[in-house]
T-cell receptor, first 109, second 121 residues
Framework: GQNIDQPTEMTATEGAIVQINCTYQ??????LFWYQQHAGEAPTFLSY????GLEEKGRFSSFLSRSKGYSYLLLKELQMKDSASYLC??????????FGAGTTVTVRA | GAVVSQHPSWVICKSGTSVKIECRSL??????MFWYRQFPKQSLMLMAT?????????EQGVEKDKFLINHASLTLSTLTVTSAHPEDSSFYIC?????????????????FGPGTRLTVL
């Protein structure tokens, strides 16, 4: 089975940095994804890690440590439009995704 | 990136009726599609894997006779909620798996549809 944990909520100020942690225990690992989801909409892809290390993509970066079962998503220079739910998802050997419960990020002016 | 559409975007129906939701990959072929359900303030839960030309595989606890899945072509999968009840009210999201990565993403990446909001009265 899959067990994926991430914080429920985070609040930060516009222009600041926020780090969303995700820990996982899975029966198979074939990559970790981060998605952004606005209320009532489908998830949109942010990042993908399959090897240990940091992947940077503009204002968003994601880190993975497979030995620790740990990932984080780093959001820099926060903007109001970044207020959303952020989902950590682990892909298994059958290419199925298991999602964490999501972290609601609120950006305040 | 690749585009996946869903139809309808929302539907309201009476208890006991059946509702069909379509999922289409518009610019790539998807032999595998996935159906998820999301209740308010909860994460996506995988319901089933839809395989073109063969039977769907369902996750534990999902009734296959209630949630009928048909993957008749490389670009279309349908989910039919039979004899819907109020507890079936949810946000249903499909995704299509891009084996090749040619759709603009990572090999084997899943592209999500916009979702269908089902309300059963």
């Amino acid at each position: 089975g899959q067990n994926i944990d991430q914080p429920t909520e985070m609040t930060a100020t516009e222009g600041a940095i926020v780090q969303i942690n995700c820990t996982y225990q899975t029966s198979g690992f074939n990559g970790l994804f981060w998605y952004q989801q606005h209320a009532g909409e489908a998830p949109t892809f942010l990042s993908y890690n399959v090897l240990d290390g940091l992947e940077e993509k503009g204002r968003f970066s994601s880190f993975l440590s497979r030995s620790k079962g740990y990932s984080y998503l780093l959001l820099k220079e926060l903007q109001m439009k970044d207020s959303a739910s952020y989902l950590c998802a682990v892909r298994d050997g059958d290419y199925k995704l298991s999602f964490g419960a999501g972290t609601t990020v609120t950006v305040r002016a | 990136g690749a585009v996946v559409s869903q139809h309808p975007s929302w539907v309201i129906c009476k208890s006991g009726t059946s509702v069909k939701i379509e999922c289409r990959s518009l610019d790539f072929q998807a032999t595998t599609m996935f159906w998820y359900r999301q209740f308010p303030k909860q994460s996506l839960m995988l319901m089933a894997t839809s395989n073109e030309g063969s039977k769907a595989t369902y996750e534990q606890g999902v009734e296959k006779d209630k949630f009928l899945i048909n993957h008749a072509s490389l670009t279309l999968s349908t989910l039919t909620v039979t004899s819907a009840h109020p507890e079936d009210s949810s946000f249903y999201i499909c995704s299509a798996r891009d084996f090749s990565g040619l759709a603009g993403g990572i090999t084997d990446e899943q592209f999500f549809g916009p979702g269908t909001r089902l309300t059963v009265l």
